[in-house]
């Protein structure tokens, strides 16, 4: 049995229809690097399956049992972490009560030492508003607190977006640290072949649709770019 399950999940923003139909499994330890053009679907989908909005038809099942649409807490209870577009750290807060916001959701190996032995600079910022922290640091602070909640699939929405080379680098590896864990992860990043070089399978999306899915070893930058334009492969 997949660790993840989506069955015809459809989502809207009003009249918009933003997902129409996503089918899409993962199982457990398996890294997914989701594509798509911007408008795709990609944030919209990974909002749905922490609980932040409800599919407007069809199921998400973790380890084959149903989540109760959106529910945060039912979701994040599951399993599911979102490292969100754009971070959202709580700047009135310390480097380390954001961090401790992820955790209580579930019991598990990710305690602040952990955390702080995964991202030692972390530690010594842990008194600091994130505000005052490097982009890349913020972005280990986004993942740290994703993984207070101890998850069994860690989702992380344009993961390098605004970060330099070297930075970015770092926090790949601290993403493979989190697959030596055996934890599942969704990845979106702006540069594809980046979130694909990490993973097992890839998808694209286009309009609100899956058009293609494949093993990330042997799926082409032309079958990517085809998908990404609307074109099945
Ligand atoms: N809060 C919102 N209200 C109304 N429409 C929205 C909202 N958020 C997203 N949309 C629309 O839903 C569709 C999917 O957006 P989404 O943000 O999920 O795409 P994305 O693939 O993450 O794009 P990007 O690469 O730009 O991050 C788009 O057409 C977008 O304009
Ligand atoms: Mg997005």
Redesign the pocket.
Known sequence: MPLLELSGIHAR??E?A?LQGVDLDLSEGETLALA??????????M?LLCGLMPPSRGEVRVAGICLPPGDPRAAAAAGLALVP?GRLLFDSLSVEENLMIGAGARAGRWSLKAIYDLFPVLRDKRTQPPGSLSGGQQQMVAIGRALAANPAILLC??ISLGLSPLVTREVYEALKSVQREGIALIV?D?DVSRAQAISDRVAC?FQ?RLTLTGPAATTTPQAMKAAFFGDAA
Do not use: P
């Not at 798509?36 to 989908?45: D, E, R």
């Open positions: 923003y009003g918009m933003a798509g053009a911007n408008g795709a679907g990609k944030t919209t989908l909002r577009e929405d344009e979106v702006q999306m609100g």
